[in-house]
């Protein structure tokens, strides 16, 4: 079992969808959650991150942890056209070492 | 004004082949990283540097080499490329455990394709 599990997708919403986008993983000791996008050959960028359990919230987008069932979530409001991308979930261990999901590929259709 | 550049952006290469891919960094960070994405997006750590000094070497075979000149550059040299190395490489910097926070976030570069024929 992967340590950090993410459906690969593609997700495809029509413009102005709430997106959902979720990870799962396995080790309990995780304090800090990333959430990165990649754009097609680009790198990652990070995009937002949380700490231990809640939510967070930055404009469009609001990342939420739930530690008990270990379970990281991004949602994006008024999804938009320039959205469309790979979305990266890596909850960071106590080395600061990032452990990434396979990312999850958006569409969003104008 | 290019945080984190790698060059080359492309690499076509014959399999036995020795190459490297240089990694430069303008953040003034401590620590930088070499990834691996393969072909199903999975991004996965193989090297760290703080300050020059080797912090992280994942299971890697020793056919990849990083070197640290300064801690502004981190470069990867591989020997005798096979087929399976075929990915594309991130270059990684974050300002390290010295940034004294709890947690460290990382500027990656635009990433090097790597093909093997």
């Known amino acids: 079992q992967k340590e950090v599990e993410q459906d690969p997708g593609p997700l495809s919403v029509p413009e102005g969808a709430i997106v959902s986008l979720n990870c799962t993983y396995s080790?309990?000791?995780?304090?800090?959650f990333m959430w990165y996008r990649q754009y097609s050959r680009k790198g990652p960028e990070l995009l937002m991150y949380t700490y231990s359990s809640g939510n967070k919230e930055d404009g469009r987008f609001t990342a939420q942890v739930d530690k008990s069932s270990k379970y990281i979530s991004l949602f994006i409001r008024d999804s938009q056209p320039s959205d469309s991308a790979t979305y990266l979930c890596?909850?960071?261990?106590?080395?600061?070492?990032?452990?990434f999901g396979s990312g999850t590929r958006l569409l969003v259709r104008p | 004004d290019t945080a984190v550049s790698q060059t080359p952006k492309y690499l076509v290469t014959q399999m036995g082949n020795d190459k490297s891919i240089k990694c430069e960094q303008n953040?003034?960070?401590?620590?930088m990283y070499w990834y691996k994405q393969d072909s199903k997006k999975f991004l996965k750590i193989m090297f760290s540097y703080n300050n020059k000094e080797l912090i992280i070497n994942e299971t890697v075979p020793n056919r990849f080499s990083p070197k640290s000149p300064d801690k502004a550059h981190l470069n990867l040299h591989i020997n005798s490329l096979e087929l399976g190395d075929s990915a594309v490489y991130f270059c990684a910097s974050s300002q390290g455990r010295a940034s004294g926070g709890r947690t460290d976030t990382q500027y990656f570069g635009p990433g090097t394709r790597l093909t093997v024929l």
């Open positions: 890596a909850p960071q261990d106590s080395s600061y070492k990032l452990i």
């Open positions: 953040l003034g960070h401590d620590t």
């Open positions: 080790n309990s000791a995780f304090q800090y």
